[in-house]
Structure formats: structure tokens, C-alpha cells
């Protein structure tokens, strides 16, 4: 009896929960439409919708059908009824967003503060969450939570930075950084948290590896829609890949890692640390800039074949750098074209397409994620 019980309570969750994904699918729609389209009866319907909109979880947002007919009351996700923070956390930049019920950012804000072990630099980053509450005029019991992107290796748990040398943070927890957070937080890597951005936006992509070219090379591994660990997290680690035996000194302390030829300050240094400013005069065909880019793409190319080789999938160019890519992509084609043994072409490579904020977006989605499983 007990078991018949049981999957008559999973087979009602699932209903309800199948309603509320299809009412964000949609962003507004009908109550006969989703009996329809869910092959559910208007009964079941109903009463899903009933139970939601009490919960406050959907609401009324206006009606379909002609004038003088019965018109169809119509339904939508009630946006702000939950929402996560990501912070994304640099040397010398914070960056805070919010994102709503529907998977959208809502609040972004981004200041030049550089990181500390500091109470100050704890408790600005306090201040800054209740900010964005603050201005966006959420309830506090509607935050689900805080994930913080940061340069360095995260436990399985979310919990600690294990391997922390950018910054120095080797050890810091969650409950430590977040002790002005009046929210629960977890820690992510940035790099994983870039490509978990990306792969949100890409339905069309069921495996991909996420390359982060920031002011430190990273990588993601992304497997169905999820970022792929490793044994012991420290999956896609593509910055401290030789490509270069005995090359450049890496802060690391080994030599000629990816991340001292291809990090985005190599390029952003040549003009005072603005990477705009180095784009505009390498299309204003300046020779230096020219002549570094050049040098860049060879070591990128080297990286994606690798990459190519290891996986047969899609490269995805991100980071500071990837936002710029998509007009160099056709020369980075071919010159990856000419090092491929398989393949006469590139296609493979691929420019990212959040271009803004992955890293925040990314610490932020999880929380929303997982919540339109469970609802
Ligand atoms: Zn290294």
C-alpha cells in the first residue's frame, strides 16, 4: 500500500512540476494549451495552477483569446519569487549580478576593489549582496543563494579552495568569505562557472570544452549541460598545459604553461591594461599588436588542436579575450585547420555567446537550476 502511495505522490510532484517548467518555457500561456501540450487533464491542470499560484510561485498575467469569446486566463513564472547572487571575484575587480526565477540577470554591478583576506574587503562584499536585494526590492527569504567565482580549486562540496595560488587564498571556506553574506554560499571555479554560462544559453550543444582566456587561462570540460570534475576537481585545468618545454616562467612555479602565451594581460598590457584599447589598434593594423596577436593565435592553436584531439568536440572561445573572437575566428580556423591530422577544416571552434559576466552568471544559475527540478 505503501509503495502504491508513494507513486501516486511522485506522479502528482512530477505533474506539477512538469506545469511549472512549461509556464517558464513559454513565459505566458494558457490553461487548456498546457492540458494540451502536457497530454494532462484540465482537472490535473487546474489544480497545479491553483496550488502554484497560492504558493506564489506563477500568476495571472492576462488572457488569450478574441473579444466576446470565452477568453483563456493566462499564466507566468512570478520572476522575483526566488533569486540567486553570483559574485565573480578578481585580483582587482568585484563583480556582483542577480538572476531571477527564469534564469534571467536582473541586477548587475561591477567595482574596481582589490581582493583582500581583510574584515573591510568581507564585509564590502556583505554590502554589496544587500545592495543588490535592496535595490532590486526582494523579499530576503526569497535569496537562495550566493556562489562566488573565484581563480582557484574548489572542493567537490563548494565548500573550500583548496588550491587558491592567484590570490593567495589557499584553504578560505565558503563561511569565511561569505562572513558578512547573509545568505548561504558556495564557491565555484571560475573557469567551470564561465562554461557553465555558456552551456545554459547553448541548448544546441550537448558537449563542448569551455577555454577561458582571461587574466588567467582556464578550461571547462562541459558533458551533458554539466561541467565534468575530474577525480579529484581539477578537470580542464588547460592553463598549466606545456605548450612550450622549458618555456616562460608560469606563477605556478612550472615552465611554459598555456596560461604565460595566451592570458588575456599579454595583450591588455600593451595599452595600459585596456583589452578594448589593444582590439581597436590591432584593427587600426598597428604593427606591435599585430605582431603579438600573431604570436597569441599560434599558441591558441596549439591548445584547441590538443583539446581536438582529446575530446572530437566543440572549442568554445571565452573569457576576456573569447569576447572578441568571433571576427578573428576564420584566421583561427585555419591555422588550426593546418596543425589538424583528421580534419581539413575548424569548424569545431566556436566564439562564446555570453559575452558579459559569465563568471557571476555562471555561480548564480546553479541555485536557479536546481530549484526548477524541485518545485
Ligand atoms: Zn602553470
Redesign the pocket.
Known amino acids: 500500500m505503501r509503495k502504491e502511495s508513494n507513486v501516486h505522490l511522485d506522479l502528482k510532484w512530477e505533474n506539477r512540476n512538469r506545469v511549472f517548467n512549461k509556464i517558464r518555457e513559454a513565459g505566458s500561456i494558457s490553461g487548456p494549451v498546457l492540458s494540451y501540450e502536457l497530454k494532462l487533464s484540465r482537472p490535473t491542470v487546474k489544480q497545479n495552477l491553483d496550488e502554484l499560484l497560492e504558493e506564489g510561485y506563477i500568476y495571472e498575467s492576462g488572457s488569450f483569446g478574441h473579444t466576446g469569446g470565452r477568453r483563456a486566463r493566462a499564466y507566468s513564472v512570478s520572476a522575483l519569487k526566488k533569486v540567486s547572487i553570483g559574485i565573480d571575484i578578481t585580483k582587482n575587480h568585484i563583480t556582483v549580478i542577480m538572476v531571477n526565477l527564469c534564469g534571467s540577470m536582473i541586477y548587475e554591478k561591477r567595482i574596481r576593489q582589490a581582493f583582500s583576506l581583510e574584515e573591510e574587503y568581507r564585509k564590502l562584499l556583505g554590502n554589496l549582496v544587500e545592495e543588490a536585494v535592496r535595490e532590486m526590492q526582494v523579499p530576503k527569504e526569497n535569496v537562495l543563494g550566493v556562489g562566488l567565482a573565484v581563480p582557484g580549486l574548489i572542493t567537490e562540496d563548494h565548500n573550500k579552495i583548496f588550491y587558491g595560488k592567484i590570490l593567495d587564498f589557499t584553504g578560505l571556506t565558503a563561511e569565511e568569505i561569505g562572513k558578512y553574506i547573509p545568505y548561504p554560499c558556495r564557491l565555484y571555479n571560475d573557469a567551470d562557472s564561465a562554461g557553465y554560462a555558456e552551456i545554459s544559453q547553448s541548448e544546441d550543444i550537448d558537449g563542448a570544452f569551455y577555454i577561458s582566456l582571461s587574466n588567467n587561462v582556464g578550461g571547462a570540460i562541459l558533458i551533458n549541460h554539466k561541467v565534468y570534475k575530474g577525480e579529484g576537481s581539477r578537470s580542464g585545468e588547460i592553463?598549466?598545459m606545456t605548450v612550450v618545454p622549458d618555456g616562460k616562467d608560469?606563477?605556478?612555479?612550472?615552465?611554459?604553461?598555456?596560461?604565460?602565451y595566451c592570458n588575456a594581460a599579454l595583450l591588455s598590457g600593451m595599452c595600459g591594461g585596456d583589452l578594448a584599447a589593444y582590439f581597436e589598434k590591432l584593427e587600426q593594423k598597428d604593427e606591435a599588436c599585430g605582431k603579438a596577436w600573431e604570436e597569441y593565435l599560434k599558441y591558441l592553436t596549439i591548445a584547441v588542436n590538443n583539446i581536438r584531439m582529446l575530446f572530437d568536440c566543440k572549442v568554445i572561445l571565452g573569457g576576456y579575450v573569447g569576447a572578441y573572437m568571433e571576427k578573428y575566428l576564420p584566421r583561427l580556423k585555419q591555422m588550426a585547420a593546418e596543425r589538424n591530422t583528421f580534419e581539413d577544416h575548424a569548424d569545431y571552434l566556436i566564439a562564446c555567446r555570453v559575452k558579459k559576466e559569465a563568471l557571476a552568471l555562471g555561480s548564480a544559475l546553479p541555485f536557479i537550476h536546481e530549484l526548477w527540478k524541485q518545485i
Request: with cysteine.
Open positions: 592553463g598549466h608560469c606563477y605556478c612555479g612550472q615552465k611554459g604553461c598555456f596560461e604565460t
